[in-house]
């Protein structure tokens, strides 16, 4: 059983399911794309729509996170279609597909780790949050976030240019990470710096939290903001948990597949669900949902374009 050849990035597997379930499984995936794709264009175009979002580095950050899990649904629901699809497809075009996947998907863990270093400044600091937190650092941040994903796949590409036959970018292959990048540094690079990246990410959420759990629980009563603040945090943890899930999901795997080894397609379709798509379900909810000026003008579009539809 192979399970290296298994990508989290959203691409199946040696193993086929029957027709049956690989066109429900099929379908459920690009059902909740779809609906997930549709809130956060909802929430895009309410970020559009007034100034007071794009002029505050909170939503600033929040909107470069939705369009992130956009671009990461659209991608991973790509590898996983086509491997259904297509089985195979051209390396060249698996590269470009791969890339943007580990892209985006290294980027959410660092957005919700700044916007959490974020609502810790404004409850901590609140004297100093207009001072630290600017439209120009937000945008330094975005580069930084940018830089560290790039980290994570640009030697792969470099090496995979300097030791692969030119030959195999014109084959066709089961599109996953995994088999675009076999050289074994990659995979010893992979397995350090998701491992850093893990511990690192944690650290700064934990400090965070306990940092606002205490300020919350000093004011008690008389401050909502922080309770709502340590609140988020929670949710911010639930959502890396699942998001980091993709650091660890080899290790996860072989032990799901080591105590249900006849199960190999159900496991890998509830991990893909679990790591790829349910952390982007949850970012909605976090600002979207919770935050009142954003729901308030959210609801907004909302029944417009249900009162239209009608």
Known sequence: MNVSSLSQNGSLRPYRDSYQSAVTKNVIV?????????????LIHTFRKHQMFYTTPRYILFIHLVVNDMIQLTTTITLYVSSYVFYKINA???????????????NTPFNLAVMAVECYIAICFPLRHVEF????????????????SSIDIFPDIFLLIATEPRE????????????????????????????IYLVGIWIVLFYTYLHIFFVAKAAKSSSGDAKKARNTI????????????????????????????SSFTHITFASYIFVQILPR????????????????KLKKYLLCTICLKL
């Not at 937190?133 to 930084?144: D, G, N, P, V």
């Not at 949710?235 to 080894?261: D, G, W």
């Not at 379900?281 to 308030?296: A, T």
Request: charged share 10%.
């Open 30 to 42: 690009i059902a909740l794309g779809l609906i997930i794709n549709y809130i956060n264009g909802m």
């Open 92 to 106: 060249s075009v698996c590269l470009v597909i791969v890339s943007f996947a580990v892209f985006t998907t290294s």
């Open 133 to 148: 937190c600017t439209i120009k650092t937000t945008y330094i941040l975005f580069s930084w976030i940018w830089f560290m």
């Open 168 to 195: 195999l970018f014109l084959s066709t292959v089961i599109c996953s990470r995994d088999n675009l990048f076999r050289h074994p540094v990659s995979l010893k690079k992979q397995e350090v710096l998701h491992t």
């Open 234 to 261: 929670l949710l911010h943890a639930f959502q890396l948990l699942l998001c980091m899930l993709t650091y660890v999901y080899h290790s996860i795997l072989r032990l799901l597949l080591s105590l249900f080894p």
């Open 281 to 296: 379900l949850i970012s909605p909810i976090v600002y979207g949902l919770r935050d009142q000026k954003f729901r308030q």
